[in-house]
């Protein structure tokens, strides 16, 4: 009685295993060791740091410096021609400096805006590496698994074949068909072992291909789970309404349009005045033969208007300006591309879905066909040896065709969802 427990326990444990290894679970092993992506992260806590960088801007500055200096004067000779004494001096100076800038023409404001900006393009930039790699895994995943079917498909074919030169052979023997009918057959069972050696093939480098892109050894494809739907708009009005608001390029190139607008506003107010208030405090010691110490204090307020560089701040302003309108035209191409590619993948979408539904009658009919095809041909009927070929060709065809449309169907979601912005780890939940 424990040892039927146990073995249930066992299973039940074996099971709860296999429905864990699924997409979702390769999914967030490629989001973890992804390279690509990881470079992405490092770059997103750079960028963090250039906006705290442009925000000190705004903060004094404390600046303390010290020296010590020691020196001698000999061979001193007074206006009659008498020696003088040697002397020595030794002299300390300590002094603390505060800084804070109070105007400098909006450049400050516009530097820290623009490091904000470029945090989000980084954080924007990351997600959409994020998305690549999920459409990667899926697409390496479905292609796993269609490529093992495959091979089954053809490893069937070949059997089937075998069987059936044996059969014909028989049959030969017999005076039931000619030597061109098994000839027909040994023809076609050296074309289907050729098939299983490119299937085999495919099907090792589908493998390689899934352990470079996850970073997890490929596991046995018979225990993976081959079918998902995602959360997916109904229309096409619906899907261009979306990507005009979540579409990664498109949130990108807006970005990259309000940091060009940033950088002009920059450039413009280097030509602005600026004011500054300086307060500082000196210490000496032995600051001469007759003062031994001595301190000072001063506050300065300072103001500067650059006029003219040679030339240099207008024509940083003229290439500010001029990059802002490639980026404002790169904007409008991105706008207009992505209602293309929103259009494109929808119809591939929809084009997928029913290519599925052909390939899927075009199956049951091909199973039917051969079923009865055979059925004739075993019963010794007027079903030739080519008749029965050619049915079993078309049977693989279907079979192959069907797997085939199966994963273009299930990628074409992924690259949908991607083209809208809303692909996600979340999403395959």
Do not use: C, H
């Not at 027909?184 to 352990?211: D, P, V």
């Not at 000196?282 to 031994?292: A, G, H, I, P, R």
């Not at 191409?333 to 979408?349: G, L, P």
């Not at 049915?391 to 991607?418: H, P, T």
């Amino acid at each position: 009685m424990k040892i039927k427990y146990i073995l249930l326990i066992f299973f039940l444990l074996i099971s709860r295993l296999n429905a864990e290894i699924n997409l979702i679970f390769f999914t967030e092993k490629a989001l973890a060791n992804n390279l690509q992506l990881n470079a992405e992260r490092k770059k997103l806590e750079s960028v963090k740091q250039s906006r705290n960088i442009s925000r000190s801007e705004f903060l004094p500055s404390i600046t303390l410096s010290g020296d010590q200096t020691s020196s001698t004067t000999t061979n001193r000779i007074d206006k009659n021609g008498s020696n003088l004494s040697d002397t020595s001096l030794d002299t300390e100076s300590k002094s603390i400096s505060l800084e804070q800038t109070i105007f400098s023409g909006f450049k400050g404001l516009n530097t820290f805006k623009k490091s904000e900006l470029q945090t989000e393009k980084a954080k924007l930039e990351l997600r959409q590496t994020k998305q690549e790699t999920i459409l990667k895994t899926a697409s390496a995943y479905f292609d796993l698994i269609f490529k093992f079917k495959n091979e089954k498909f053809y490893n069937s074919n070949v059997n089937l074949f075998e069987r059936q030169v044996e059969f014909d052979s028989v049959r030969v023997q017999k005076g039931e068909i000619t030597l061109t009918d098994l000839a027909q057959s040994q023809s076609s069972l050296a074309g289907a072992n050729a098939n299983l050696i490119k299937a085999q093939t495919e099907f090792y480098s589908s493998k390689i291909n899934f352990e470079r892109i996850i970073g997890e050894k490929a596991p046995d494809p018979e225990n993976l789970k081959d079918k998902i739907i995602l959360n997916l708009p109904s229309s096409l009005k619906t899907s261009i309404d979306i990507a005009k608001s979540n579409n990664i390029d498109l949130l990108i190139s807006k970005l990259d349009y309000q940091i060009a607008e940033k950088e002009l506003n920059i450039e413009k107010s280097r030509l602005s005045p600026s004011a500054s208030i300086n307060i500082s405090k000196t210490e000496n010691k032995d600051f001469s033969l007759t003062v031994d110490e001595k301190t000072e204090e001063s506050v300065q307020a300072k103001i500067t208007w650059p006029i003219i560089k040679g030339g240099e701040n207008i024509s940083s302003i003229k290439k500010s300006s001029f990059d802002r309108q490639r980026a404002q035209i790169l904007l409008k191409d991105t706008q207009s591309n992505t209602i293309t590619e929103t259009s494109n993948s929808w119809s591939n979408y929809l084009s997928s879905k029913s290519v599925l539904a052909s390939t899927k009658a075009q199956l049951e009919a091909a199973e039917i066909a051969n079923e009865g095809i055979t059925s004739e041909y075993d019963s010794g009927n007027s079903r030739t040896t080519l008749d029965v070929i050619q049915s079993r060709s078309l049977l693989l065809d279907a079979r192959v065709a069907y797997a085939k449309a199966e994963k273009d169907f299930l990628v074409s979601q992924f690259k949908l969802a991607k083209q809208l912005g809303t692909l996600s780890l979340k999403l395959l939940k």
